[in-house]
T-cell receptor
């Protein structure tokens, strides 16, 4: 079965410190992995994706994520957090159904990141 | 920068009434998605279109929900009759076939009283 786990409901970090938001997935085959951010009463904004290639991918606003196939993880990271990074972060995995080029996206429950001054 | 448009942004309706949401995807995006996001959870796919055809509606409650994309561009999601449990954020997204990332609209916050 396809699933995405975000083990932390909340992550709190001081401004200027590095941040990590964790994500693990369970899916067969080679997944596409994504991170999105959501601000209050807004839609989701795409941050970055992993499809193939280098395990460290860089995205918007200084975020990056590391794909680890052996640990089935795709943790989101930023070297120096900003107060404006405070938001809800979602990890998502796309699984390509057999015989189809169209795959549905499965989202985690989200992690609320709070960066305090 | 092109964006996905949705309207209305907020909708309050009484249970048993009909409600409709509209979405205009990014120009050129053949794939359109409708998601429902319950507070405290991630979005869940309701229906996916490729051009004007439905390719995945396995999670759509078809007894009360319907979706159409008649000309393969904008789309409408309808609920009739609305129930209290339908209160949620309804998100529309669009994408190219490749690259696969989806771009989301601002959503419609539905409250059923």
């Amino acid at each position: 079965a396809q699933s995405v786990a975000q083990p932390e409901d909340q992550v709190n970090v001081a401004e200027g410190n590095p941040l990590t938001v964790k994500c693990t997935y369970s899916v067969s085959g080679n997944p596409y992995l994504f991170w999105y951010v959501q601000y209050p009463n807004r839609g989701l904004q795409f941050l970055l994706k992993y499809i193939t290639g280098d395990n460290l991918v860089k995205g918007s606003y200084g975020f990056e994520a590391e794909f680890n196939k052996s640990q089935t993880s795709f943790h989101l990271k930023k070297p120096s957090a900003l107060v404006s990074d405070s938001a809800l972060y979602f990890c998502a995995v796309r699984y390509l159904d057999r015989g189809s080029t169209l795959g549905r996206l499965y989202f985690g429950r989200g992690t609320q990141l709070t960066v305090w001054p | 920068e092109a964006e996905v448009a949705q309207s209305p942004r907020y909708k309050i309706t009484e249970k048993s009434q009909a409600v409709a949401f509209w979405c205009d995807p990014i120009s050129g995006h053949a794939t359109l998605y409708w998601y429902r996001q319950i507070l405290g959870q991630g979005p869940e796919l309701l229906v996916q279109f490729q051009d004007e055809s439905v390719v995945d509606d396995s999670q759509l409650p078809k007894d009360r929900f319907s979706a159409e994309r008649l000309k393969g561009v904008d789309s409408t999601l309808k609920i009739q009759p609305a129930e209290l449990g339908d209160s949620a954020m309804y998100l529309c997204a669009s994408s190219l076939v490749y690259p696969p990332e989806q771009y989301f609209g601002p959503g419609t916050r539905l409250t059923v009283t």
